[in-house]
């Protein structure tokens, strides 16, 4: 069954829909969650798991499923997302390196690789995006954020009035915002200045 046939199905019978996708992304979607809750209590991967299926059946009206954005990526997006949440609020665990290798974890990994691991992939997605900006935006939004230039500061470094540069910083904020979503990023407060 396709991902159209069963954002169909889900729309159409939530709850046959909800099953038929927990039985086909069920095992990747809880070695996701066992990965990125590593030294979390038991309870807080499952109830991670559970949020997923939740937000996927609350969300299921505004999914949209196109060449570039499958229920797969969706779903893998919402369980990476939902763990990060989760980790903020919980409180994890000491596992033993038996409990861990039982679960598929290297001896070598700590709890904090997969954060590591997350926020560089998503620092490098920030820049290609911004990268991917037509002149004067990409120059102006580095100013701003990578330099840390005030909207003033920009303004006198590229010889041109405050009021383009705030124009400017917000329509490329729109634009990343489309361009990210194309590289796998729903969730924007990570990146935003």
């Not at 991902?3 to 070695?31: F, S, W």
């Not at 969650?33 to 109830?47: A, L, P, V």
């Not at 997006?77 to 390196?97: F, G, M, V």
Request: charged share 30%; net charge negative.
């Amino acid at each position: 069954m396709d991902d159209t046939a069963l954002l169909k199905l889900l729309k159409d019978n939530p709850e046959r829909g909800l099953q038929t996708i927990i039985q086909i992304y069920g095992p990747a979607v809880h070695k996701i969650c066992s990965f990125c809750m590593s030294g979390y209590q038991q309870q807080d991967i499952e109830e991670a798991e559970s949020d997923v299926y939740v937000k996927l059946w609350k969300h299921r009206e505004s999914v949209i499923i196109n060449e570039n954005y499958s229920l797969k990526s969706y779903l893998f997006a919402i369980a990476r997302n939902t763990c990060i949440d989760r980790q903020r609020s919980a409180q994890p665990e000491a596992l033993s390196l038996e409990v861990a290798l039982e679960n598929g974890f290297e001896p070598a990994a700590s709890e904090q690789t997969e954060g590591k691991a997350v926020a560089g992939w998503l620092s490098d997605t920030v820049q290609s995006a911004v990268a991917e900006l037509d002149e004067p935006a990409r120059s102006i939004y580095y100013a701003r954020y990578y330099e840390g230039l005030s909207i003033r500061g920009v303004a006198e470094k590229l010889d041109i009035s405050e009021k383009k540069v705030k124009n400017t910083l917000l329509r490329s904020k729109k634009k990343l915002r489309s361009i990210l979503v194309k590289k796998g990023v729903t969730s924007y407060e990570e990146f935003e200045g």
